[in-house]
Nanobody, 125 residues
Framework: QLQLVESGGGLVQPGGSLRLSCAAS????????IGWFRQAPGKEREGVSC???????NYADSVKGRFTISRDNAKNTVYLQLSTPKPEDTAAYYC???????????????????WGQGTQVTVSS
């Protein structure tokens, strides 16, 4: 059974740091593009970042320079490092996977097939 499980969420102070993990089971994450998305109460889901199978990355303008996406194929896990988070980063964060024949291309507009259950991030002092 193909599954994605997020972890690492919690309460973090503005200006702190937090690392989210997205662990895959049932398939090899290295062959997939992975995206991180978030949804705050009352708002639409938005793309945060993505990483291609070869390691190319993209970021939403709102997080560029503050968040870092990375992958460890040996651990079948993708990470999202949140640095200097802001209260407006508070949301449920989801990771998603899509197989892509283009290893250097990453887009948050890809038709992601597999989704995790999400992990809550709250940025507050």
């Amino acid at each position: 059974q193909l599954q994605l499980v997020e972890s690492g969420g919690g309460l973090v102070q503005p200006g702190g740091s937090l690392r989210l993990s997205c662990a895959a089971s049932g398939f090899t994450l290295g062959n997939y593009a992975i995206g991180w998305f978030r949804q705050a109460p009352g708002k639409e889901r938005e793309g945060v970042s993505c990483i291609s199978s070869s390691g190319s990355t993209n970021y939403a303008d709102s997080v560029k320079g503050r968040f870092t996406i990375s992958r460890d194929n040996a651990k079948n896990t993708v990470y999202l490092q949140l640095s200097t988070p802001k209260p407006e980063d508070t949301a449920a964060y989801y990771c998603a996977a899509v197989w892509s024949p283009y290893p250097t291309i990453c887009s948050m507009q890809l038709p992601y097939d597999y989704w995790g259950q999400g992990t809550q991030v709250t940025v507050s002092s």
